[in-house]
Nanobody
Framework: QVQLVESGGGLVQAGDSLRLSCVES???????????MAWFRQAAGKEREFVGS????????NYADSVKGRFTISREYAKTTMYLQMDNLKPEDTAVYYC?????????????????WGQGTQVTVSS
């Protein structure tokens, strides 16, 4: 069973930065080392939305338009620790951020492509 644990959330002011981490802690080892990983977020009262994804080898990052140029996803080659560097945060970035693990080597923006999910970490940006 794949277990994903997010950390790094918190309360910040608009314009500040945060760095989220996601670690796979599966008992069977690094199951996601050859799979894509992604970040999604869900604001109160809204649907969970795609933030960005990254391929198994740390390449091919893909971002939602709303975060492009401000957020950066990274992971080491075939490793299962993923990061989300968030710069120039805005109040509309306030949400619970979820780490997700995919079935395939390359990511997508579709929730259904990610069967593995963490519990989420809260990010709150004040104006």
């Amino acid at each position: 069973q794949v277990q994903l644990v997010e950390s790094g959330g918190g309360l910040v002011q608009a314009g500040d930065s945060l760095r989220l981490s996601c670690v796979e802690s599966s008992r069977s080892g690094r199951i996601l080392s050859n799979n894509a990983m992604a970040w999604f977020r869900q604001a109160a009262g809204k649907e969970r939305e795609f933030v960005g994804s990254i391929a198994w080898n740390g390449g091919t990052p893909n971002y939602a338009d709303s975060v492009k140029g401000r957020f950066t996803i990274s992971r080491e080659y075939a490793k299962t620790t993923m990061y989300l560097q968030m710069d120039n945060l805005k109040p509309e970035d306030t949400a619970v951020y979820y780490c997700a693990g995919g079935r395939k080597a390359y990511g997508s923006s579709r929730r259904d492509d990610y069967p593995y999910w963490g519990q989420g970490t809260q990010v709150t940006v004040s104006s």
